[in-house]
C-alpha cells in the first residue's frame, strides 16, 4: 500500500516552461504518466528520476539517509539502509501501479552536496550518493547520468516523459531556506522511525 504522506501535492504552473509542474520537498516523492515536470533542489540530500524507458511514465523522489551509528551502512540492518529502501521502493511501486515496467526503468542520479558544514563529519551527501549508486546497482537498473557531490545546491528540472533532465548549480545562496529545510527534514527523519512497512514487487 503506497503511504501518501510522502507524495508530493504542490503542484503549479511554470510559466518559464510553459507546462504543469509539481515541486518534490526533502522526504517526497512524485510519479506520473502525464506530460509534467518534476522539480526539486538538492543540497545533502540525493534525488534519483527513474523512467520506463518506453512508456514515459516517471518520477522522482528526495531523500536523505538518518545518520547510523549502529551499523554500517552495507549491513542489511542497518536503521539508514532500511530507510534508503524504503525511498526507493515507494517511488518504485507508485511507477509500477502506473504501468511501469520494472525491468525497463533508467536512473538518472542528482545531489549529496557538502552543504550541511556542520554535518561534515558524518559525509551526509557522501554516505546518500553511495547508498544510492549501490542500491540501483543491485537492482540492475541502469544510471545513465548523474551529477553528484561536490559543495552546490542544485535545483533539477525532470520531464519524466522525454527521461530529459535540466541542472541548475547554486552557486550563490540568497537565503538559508534549502538548508534550513534539510536540518528540519535530518531532524524528523532521525526522530521519527520509517512509517509501516511496505510491499516489494
Known amino acids: 500500500m503506497m503511504n501518501d504522506k510522502n507524495l508530493a501535492t504542490n503542484c503549479y504552473y511554470d ?10 520537498l526533502p522526504g517526497q516523492y512524485f510519479a506520473t504518466h502525464e506530460n509534467t515536470m518534476i522539480v526539486t533542489v538538492l543540497g545533502s540530500c ?7 524507458r518506453l512508456s514515459g511514465i516517471g518520477g522522482l523522489n528526495h531523500f536523505m539517509l538518518p ?3 549502529s551499523a554500517e551502512l552495507n549491513s542489511p540492518i542497518a536503521a539508514s539502509g532500511r530507510y534508503g529502501l524504503y525511498a526507493m ?7 509500477l501501479k502506473l504501468g511501469a515496467c520494472r525491468s525497463r526503468l533508467e536512473a538518472k542520479v542528482f545531489g ?4 550541511l558544514k ?3 563529519f558524518v559525509n551526509v551527501g557522501q554516505r546518500n550518493v553511495k547508498f544510492v549508486m549501490e542500491h540501483l546497482r543491485n537492482e540492475l537498473i541502469p544510471v545513465l547520468g548523474k551529477d553528484v557531490l561536490d559543495i552546490y545546491p542544485r535545483k533539477v528540472y525532470f520531464f519524466p516523459q ?7 548549480k547554486i552557486h550563490s545562496l540568497h537565503n538559508t531556506t534549502i538548508i534550513d529545510r534539510e536540518k528540519a527534514y535530518m531532524h524528523e527523519i532521525e526522530t521519527q522511525p520509517v512509517a509501516g512497512e511496505i510491499d516489494l514487487f
Not at 15 to 24: E, L, N, S, W
Not at 89 to 95: A, M
Request: charged residues 25%; positive net charge.
Open 67 to 69: 545518520r547510523d551509528s
Open 89 to 95: 521502493e515507494l517511488l518504485v511501486n507508485h511507477l
Open 46 to 52: 540525493v534525488s534519483v528520476c527513474l523512467r520506463d
Open 112 to 115: 549529496g552536496g557538502q552543504v
Open 15 to 24: 510559466r518559464y516552461f510553459d507546462t504543469q509542474a509539481v515541486k518534490v
Open 162 to 168: 522525454s527521461g530529459k533532465v535540466m541542472l541548475k
Open 118 to 120: 556542520h554535518m561534515n
